[in-house]
T-cell receptor, first 113, second 112 residues
Framework: RKEVEQDPGPFNVPEGATVAFNCTYS??????FFWYRQDCRKEPKLLMS???SGNEDGRFTAQLNRASQYISLLIRDSKLSDSATYLC??????????????FGRGTQLTVWP | DAGVTQSPTHLIKTRGQQVTLRCSPK?????VSWYQQALGQGPQFIFQYYEEEERQRGNFPDRFSGHQFPNYSSELNVNALLLGDSALYLC???????????FGEGSWLTVV
């Protein structure tokens, strides 16, 4: 079983739409959670960290449910520039894999005009 | 302040050859991790270097080896290249186990 599971999509939505991505993780020792954005043929870039209480950054809202080992990302009022692949990432902060990032396979989003 | 720099950006190798990829971490960072990203997949952890030693290793064969230099820069070496080694190789730098992790633009390796 993979450490991080994500629906690969693709998601194709019109501008202005709201879209949600989900992922699940298998290791309950996971301590840090992130969403990364990756543009075509570019490196991943941190979009936002995910905190237990949920957090918001402009049009982006991230949620974490530790009991269900589930992470979500909500994008409101989608823009053309949001088109990218969104990677769900967990990091173990103890044990032999301390500091290692585990990536989901990514969810591809295309926003059309 | 330069971020993470990697070289070369693109290269083509033949099966059986060897390749060396290089990474200079962001200024002030002492930990370098390498990831392999195959097409359509998320990055997979190869190994991590700290204080010139391999601190952790992912599920990759011994054909994958690395090195970290006193200035914290790092190399990834892959021997006996296979077609399946074709991927984007990403270098990530951080300070210790910190959550602030920066990726380089990657090295695209094509094995033919």
């Amino acid at each position: 079983r993979k450490e991080v599971e994500q629906d690969p999509g693709p998601f194709n939505v019109p501008e202005g739409a709201t879209v949600a991505f989900n992922c699940t993780y298998s290791n309950s020792a996971s301590q840090s959670f992130f969403w990364y954005r990756q543009d075509c043929r570019k490196e991943p870039k941190l979009l936002m960290s995910v905190y237990s209480s949920g957090n918001e950054d402009g049009r982006f809202t991230a949620q974490l449910n530790r009991a269900s080992q589930y992470i979500s990302l909500l994008i409101r009022d989608s823009k053309l520039s949001d088109s990218a692949t969104y990677l769900c990432v967990v990091k173990l902060d103890r044990g032999s894999t301390l500091g290692r990032l585990y990536f989901g396979r990514g969810t591809q989003l295309t926003v059309w005009p | 302040d330069a971020g993470v720099t990697q070289s070369p950006t693109h290269l083509i190798k033949t099966r059986g050859q060897q390749v060396t990829l290089r990474c200079s971490p962001k200024s002030g960072h002492d930990t370098v991790s390498w990831y392999q990203q195959a097409l359509g997949q998320g990055p997979q952890f190869i190994f991590q270097y700290y204080e010139e030693e391999e601190r952790q290793r992912g599920n990759f064969p011994d054909r994958f080896s690395g090195h970290q230099f006193p200035n914290y820069s790092s190399e990834l070496n892959v021997n006996a290249l296979l077609l399946g080694d074709s991927a984007l190789y990403l270098c990530a730098s951080s300070s210790g186990y910190g959550n602030t992790i920066y990726f380089g633009e990657g090295s695209w390796l094509t094995v033919v």
